[in-house]
Structure formats: C-alpha cells, structure tokens
C-alpha cells in the first residue's frame, strides 16, 4: 500500500499564497504521475494541476499563471506553490498519484485531503 499525506493547507487572505505538499510513503513502488485536485460541497472533483514523472505539467484554465506545480522524486514529494489565492480557489485539495507496484501493477492513490480557504 501506499500512503499520500498532505500538509500546508489554512485560512489565508485573498491574494495572500500557500504552498501544499504531498508525500508518498511505502515500498515497493515508483510514482508516474502525482496531481492536485479540489472539491467544493455540491460540485465534482475537478483537476488543479497534474505533473508527469519527465516534469510535464498540466493546469486547469482557472488557475494558469498563480499556481505552479512541482515534484522531488528523491522524496517521493509533489508541491503546489498557489499565489494570489482568490475566494473561488476555497476548496478541500486532494494529492493523487498513479503507481506502479510490485505485485500488484499499475495503482491510484488518493491522499484523504486538506482544507484551503481564501477569505477575509
């Protein structure tokens, strides 16, 4: 199994930045590709941002050019930089990693979340 935990979420002001990180832990496994995602009640889970283990990333509309997305594969560790943090961006944001383990095969991990929200 492999385990996602979170960190780096709060209560910041709009425009204000927050840096989230996400480390995986366990054995036996390698990581292609790790992303962030967001929810908010009544709606979908919805991508944020998502990097390849080559470092390509990908951003939702919303969020090009405040936020930035990066990974540490020594430390098994993606980040995600947000500046200029608005109140839309208010959300639960999940880590996700797709795998590959031994004896088991390709893998998606979801980490149980962290609450971001942006207000005055």
């Known amino acids: 199994q492999v385990h996602l935990v979170e960190s780096g979420g709060g209560l910041v002001q709009p425009g204000g930045s927050l840096r989230l990180s996400c480390a995986a832990s366990g054995r036996g496994f390698s990581i292609n590709t790790m992303g962030w995602y967001r929810q908010v009640p009544g709606k979908e889970r919805e991508l944020v941002a998502s990097i390849t283990s080559g470092s390509s990333t990908n951003y939702a509309d919303s969020v090009k050019g405040r936020f930035t997305i990066s990974r540490d594969n020594a430390k098994n560790t993606v980040y995600l930089q947000m500046n200029s943090l608005k109140p839309d961006d208010t959300a639960v944001y999940f880590c996700?990693?797709?795998?590959?383990?031994?004896?088991?095969?390709?893998?998606?991990?979801w980490g149980k979340g962290t609450q971001v929200t942006v207000s005055s």
């Open positions: 996700n990693a797709q795998t590959w383990e031994y004896r088991l095969g390709y893998a998606n991990y």
